[in-house]
């Protein structure tokens, strides 16, 4: 009975931290902690090194996508 009610005990205390920490924190901590990454990098790599290249990646996604929905028309 002693082990029943400690393995009940148990479920009771998890699945509620199981469920926090999958539907609230963790995307949460996804939202603060990526962009935060990000501008560690950088801060680190500096503009020319880090900043503008991803501008240029980010221009390049752009215009590839324009011109694959240009050209399905």
């Known amino acids: 009975m002693k082990g029943f009610c400690i393995r009940i005990l148990g479920y009771v205390l998890f699945l509620p931290f199981l469920f926090f920490y999958s539907y609230i924190l963790g995307p949460v901590l996804k ?24 501008l240029a990646c980010i221009q390049e996604q752009k215009s590839r996508t324009n011109a694959l929905i240009q050209t399905k028309r």
């Open 31 to 54: 939202a603060v902690l990526v962009p935060g990454g990000l501008m560690l990098l950088f801060l680190i790599q500096g503009w020319k090194d880090g900043v503008k290249p991803y």
